[in-house]
C-alpha cells in the first residue's frame, strides 16, 4: 500500500505543476527494491515506478538519484527513466518516474548495451569526482574532486570504506599494511585516462530492458572517474555476456591488462558490502590486498 501521506503529495503536485488529477487505480509491488519499497503505479494519467523511503534515514537519496538520472540523461548515450518529481510527505521520501516495461531484448542487445556505453566513457569531466556527494547504495558516497585518480580512487573510495570496516574489527594490522602497500602501487596498477562519465554501481540489477529493446540504466551512483569501474562492477557478481565486453573494446579499447585489474577496483563495492551487510564479503576482500 502506498501511505496516503505520499499519495497526497503526488495529488498535490499533479494538480499545481501538472494541472492533472493523479488517480491511483493500483499499484504493484516491483521486486529488486533491496532498500527501498518500489511499486509500478496505475493511474488514470499511466503507469509510473514509485520509490519509497523513510526520509530520516537515508537524507537527500532519492534528490540524488533524481541529479544523477539527469546527468546520464544528459549524456544522451543510454535511456534512463525519465524523472517525474521527488518530495517529502510526512516522514516518508519518494521519487516518481516513468515507468519502463521492455518485453524483449532486440537482437545483438549485449553488444549495442557495449557500445552504448563506451559512448557515455567518452563524455569527461575536468577533474575526478562530482560537484556533490550521492549514495552507492544505502550508504553516503563523498565525490571530493581531485586531479589525480590515484588520490581520488585512495582517498575518496578505498580509504573512507576501509576505515569503516577496520573500525567494525573486521582487518587486523597485517591486513592494514596489506592496504596501504596497495596504495602505493596504485599508480603503477591503473592506466592514466581522462575523467569518464561513468554510472558507478553497474552491476546486472542495475540495467533494465526498454520498450525498444534496448539497456535502461537504472540506480546510478554517478561520477567522473576511471571507465574501468565500470567495466570492473559489471563482472563482481557474474558478470555480462562476452558480447558487451567485445563490443566496449572494438569500440573504446581498454588498456592491456584489464582484466587484471577488476579485482582492484572491485575493492570498492566489496569494503561497501561488507560495511552494509557484514563478514560473508571479507574473505573475497581478503584474498585480493593479500596479494600487495
Known amino acids: 500500500m502506498i501511505p496516503r501521506e505520499v ?3 503526488l495529488s498535490d503536485f499533479f494538480q499545481t505543476s501538472l494541472n492533472k488529477e493523479f488517480f491511483v487505480h493500483s499499484s504493484n509491488p516491483l521486486t529488486g527494491g533491496s532498500i527501498n519499497d518500489v511499486y509500478c503505479v496505475e493511474t488514470i494519467d499511466g503507469d509510473f515506478c514509485l520509490k519509497i523511503n523513510e526520509a530520516a534515514k537515508y537524507p537527500g537519496m532519492f534528490e540524488k538519484e533524481a541529479m544523477g538520472l539527469s546527468i546520464l540523461q544528459e549524456a544522451n548515450e543510454i535511456r534512463v527513466p525519465k524523472v517525474i518529481t521527488t518530495g517529502n510527505a510526512g516522514t516518508y521520501s519518494y521519487i516518481l518516474m516513468e515507468y519502463i516495461d521492455g518485453s524483449y531484448r532486440m537482437p545483438d542487445f549485449m553488444r549495442d548495451f557495449g557500445y ?3 559512448s557515455l566513457h567518452r563524455h569527461y569531466g575536468e577533474s575526478f ?4 556527494d550521492n549514495y552507492m547504495g544505502s550508504l553516503e558516497q563523498v565525490n571530493k574532486m581531485h586531479d589525480s585518480w590515484i588520490v581520488f580512487f585512495t582517498e575518496e573510495r578505498l580509504e573512507r570504506q576501509f576505515r569503516k570496516a577496520r573500525s ?3 582487518f587486523s594490522s597485517g591486513e592494514t599494511s596489506n592496504f596501504y602497500r596497495l596504495y602505493k602501487q596504485l599508480d603503477n596498477i591503473c592506466p592514466h585516462e581522462k575523467p569518464s562519465l561513468i554510472h558507478g554501481d553497474l552491476w546486472d540489477g542495475n540495467f533494465i530492458v526498454s520498450d525498444e529493446g534496448k539497456a535502461c540504466l537504472i540506480d546510478p551512483a554517478v561520477y567522473y572517474g576511471h571507465r574501468e569501474v565500470d567495466i570492473a562492477m559489471s563482472m563482481l557478481f557474474g558478470g555480462f555476456d562476452d558480447d558487451f565486453y567485445d ?11 584489464w ?3 577488476v579485482e582492484v577496483y572491485n575493492l570498492y563495492p566489496l569494503l561497501i ?3 552494509l551487510f557484514g563478514p560473508g564479503y571479507l574473505g573475497a576482500i581478503q584474498t585480493i590486498i593479500r596479494k600487495f
Open 273 to 275: 558490502h561488507l560495511n
Open 259 to 261: 582484466r587484471k585489474r
Open 7 to 9: 499519495e497526497d503529495s
Open 168 to 170: 567494525a574489527g573486521y
Open 116 to 118: 552504448s556505453l563506451a
Open 129 to 132: 569526482g562530482l560537484d556533490h
Open 247 to 257: 563490443a566496449y573494446n572494438e569500440s573504446f579499447p581498454m588498456e592491456k591488462g
